[in-house]
């Protein structure tokens, strides 16, 4: 299959930028809230996870660790929740035309992709500014950001898919997200948590991934699926997030034939 | 596949699953569950096998509900089929509407990239173009306008500009004849008669015979799911205009052989008329048998049905009967359409060559429209009277 010909790759412009002009044409600060809006949610948890819970105390560069995960986070529910509902959004052209189906998903994780990468160049200022010791492990960000982008845009694949059959998936969806929120160490670092049970949290590649780039970017202490208990246990997730390749896309192109009937 | 062949329809077969109450929800699908869900299969084509060769106008007519929008999304790909299958020897576009990807939400100047993108161009290739779509579409002032702001004629004139920009192997249209003023179809036309000359291959879906007569250069008929005909196109479109012609519960029927459907004949008929001049035709059939009820339909040559009537509880004696009707119509070009029945409402001969005639534009300042209704002005009250019958 062709799957970035050059056609396809000019749709993929076209509707990420259309995408883009639409979702802040009518607010004044445009593009900006992008970036303002994870700054607001963050400044909020910050307030209430250092005064208030104090989960925070003796985790090095606490902001920077909080304001990492919850960039991480909003990518991955934008990317899913976003991405649940391009097939069924895209229906008028879906039932039209014969473009390839996942360009609907696609595009819409490429939207929230470009999100991620104006959050990250905060993270990274004010780690700056906070003195977070320059490393060459930096260099591994990218690395899981890949595998971030690949394990939430399968998710957008099979929800979408999902979807066009089963209109509630979305509200499981949301419901399971605010699960997963909190079952994941976005807020909290790990060492509030009794060290017996580290392991069963990186079952979650969303905790593998979010503590993993907080180890290479913010600070050695972090807990991680590999040294929180068997180094082999860091096989868990990257295996769960293969599964979930595997079977989204399988499920999707078993069901792709058939969208434009069933929308 | 041969090298002349742009399209090859093998066996198709497409059944759709119409569930008395679609499983949408989680909810029925757990409760629904053990219960015998009531699904309905809808066959809704049949065993279809035809090819289209390069170059040719090849139109597909049929009546609502026949399949044809069903082939038409197979063979753009939108559909796949459940047996049989479709080889296309060339790249496809196709038009199942104007303006797909249209966002009300973006400028018109986003929006013809956008579609374009759709269409399959490169955005160095639509920069290179876009003076040459806004020209056509006439919306010079107007591109950096949000498209929901522009009336409905604009938006179609700048979708079908970007359209007919699209080159392609094989060009697929679905109705598209049927939006827009009359100018814009004249344009459509003018558009459609340049690719017939220059031998593109189209394939245009339509309810209006006369574009069939004068586009194509073949066609098929599609009822229930089947051929009914394919072939030439006064063939078609006569098999077409008669089927429209049977009253309602149209169940399938084989259409009579050819020889039999121009067998009326009328006499009487001028070329032109003026409006409010009265036609006076006389209708003669063969002695057929069962010939129980005869029906006149005034066209317009679009296609556009005006008028109609049939004899009803008339007695028909001697194969024959005299028609007339005050031609309260506005200028243009007509024909009659004239049936005989049969007492199931079958249609058994029919005729609509015989009388075509041309309603002069009697050039009053006062009048204008597609028909001429008797009228009154005054400066009192009008006193309305009931006409009875």
């Known amino acids: ?263 | 596949m041969k090298e002349d062949i742009a399209i090859k329809v093998h066996d198709l077969h497409k059944s759709f699953d119409l569930p008395e109450n679609k499983t949408t929800s989680l909810k029925q699908l757990f409760v629904g569950f053990g219960k015998k869900q009531r699904k309905h299969r809808q066959k809704v084509l049949e065993g279809v096998d035809f090819e289209v060769k390069k170059g040719e106008f090849f139109g597909i007519v049929g009546r609502n509900g026949s399949g044809k929008s069903t082939l038409l999304k197979i063979l753009a790909g939108v559909y796949a089929p459940d047996k049989g299958g479709v080889v296309i020897n060339g790249n496809v576009t196709p038009f199942i509407e104007l303006g797909v990807g249209f966002n009300p939400e973006l400028s018109g100047k986003d929006n013809v990239y956008l579609s374009a993108s759709l269409l399959g161009y490169s955005r160095k290739q639509v920069d290179a173009m876009y003076d040459e779509i806004v020209d056509f579409a006439e919306l010079h002032d107007h591109m950096d306008k949000k498209l929901k702001n522009y009336s409905s004629g604009m938006q179609v004139r700048l979708a079908f500009s970007i359209a007919i920009k699209a080159k392609n192997d094989i060009l697929i249209f679905d109705e598209v004849l049927a939006v827009g003023d009359e100018a814009f179809q004249k344009k459509c036309m003018r558009i459609f008669e340049e690719y017939r000359l220059n031998k593109q291959t189209v394939i245009l879906v339509t309810h209006s015979m006369d574009n069939v007569r004068r586009l194509c250069t073949r066609a098929l008929m599609l009822s229930d799911g089947k051929i009914e005909l394919i072939g030439s196109v006064k063939r078609v479109a006569n098999a077409y205009s008669k089927s429209n012609l049977e009253p309602v519960s149209a169940d399938t029927q084989t259409i009579q052989p050819q020889e039999d459907l121009d067998k009326i004949q009328l006499s009487g008929c001028d070329t032109t008329y003026n409006p409010g001049d009265v036609l006076n035709v006389k209708i003669a059939w063969p002695k057929i048998k069962g010939v129980k009820m005869a029906g006149v339909a005034i066209v317009r040559s679009n296609g556009e049905y005006v008028f109609g009537t049939n004899t009803g509880d008339i007695v028909l004696k001697n194969n024959q009967i005299y028609y007339s009707v005050d031609l309260d119509l506005g200028p243009g070009a007509y024909f009659l359409r004239v049936a005989v029945y049969d007492k199931t409402g079958k249609c058994i001969a029919f005729n609509e060559s015989k009388c075509r005639f041309l309603i002069h534009d009697d050039l009053r300042k006062d009048v204008g429209g597609q028909v001429r209704l008797r009228h009154n002005y005054s400066n009192s009250e009008i006193e309305t009277v009931t006409d009875e019958h």
């Open chain 1, 1 to 263: 299959m062709r799957y970035l010909s050059i056609k396809n790759r000019s749709i993929l412009r076209e509707m990420v930028s259309a995408d883009f002009k639409v979702r802040y044409q009518s607010s004044v600060l445009g593009y900006l809230w992008s970036l303002l809006r994870p700054l607001f949610l963050f400044a909020i948890l910050y307030v209430v996870f250092t005064y208030v819970f104090k989960v925070g105390k003796g985790v090095p560069h606490y902001p920077v660790y909080l304001l990492l995960g919850i960039v991480i986070w909003n990518f991955f529910t934008e990317t899913t929740i976003i991405g649940m509902g391009s097939v069924v959004g895209k229906g008028d052209l879906i039932r039209k035309i014969s473009i390839p189906r996942y360009l609907a998903v696609v595009s819409s994780s490429i939207s929230a992709l470009i999100n991620l990468v104006i959050n990250l160049s905060v993270v990274l200022l004010f780690g700056i500014f906070n003195g977070v010791e320059l490393s060459w492990t930096w260099l591994l960000l990218p690395v899981i950001f890949i595998e971030l982008f690949v394990f939430s845009t399968s998710l957008a694949f099979l929800l979408s898919a999902l979807y066009v059959k089963f209109r509630d998936v979305t509200y499981i969806w949301e419901v399971g997200l605010q699960a997963a929120f909190y079952a994941s160490p976005v807020l909290y670092p790990l060492t509030i948590v009794p060290e017996k049970y580290w392991s069963w949290f990186f079952v979650n590649p969303m905790a593998q991934i979010l503590q993993d780039a907080r180890y290479v970017f913010v600070t050695k202490d972090t807990v991680t699926a590999w040294n929180a208990g068997s180094v082999w246990w860091a096989a868990v997730p990257l295996g769960i997030v293969m599964l979930t390749v595997v079977v989204s896309r399988k499920y999707f192109k078993k069901q792709a034939s058939s969208f434009a009937e069933n929308i």
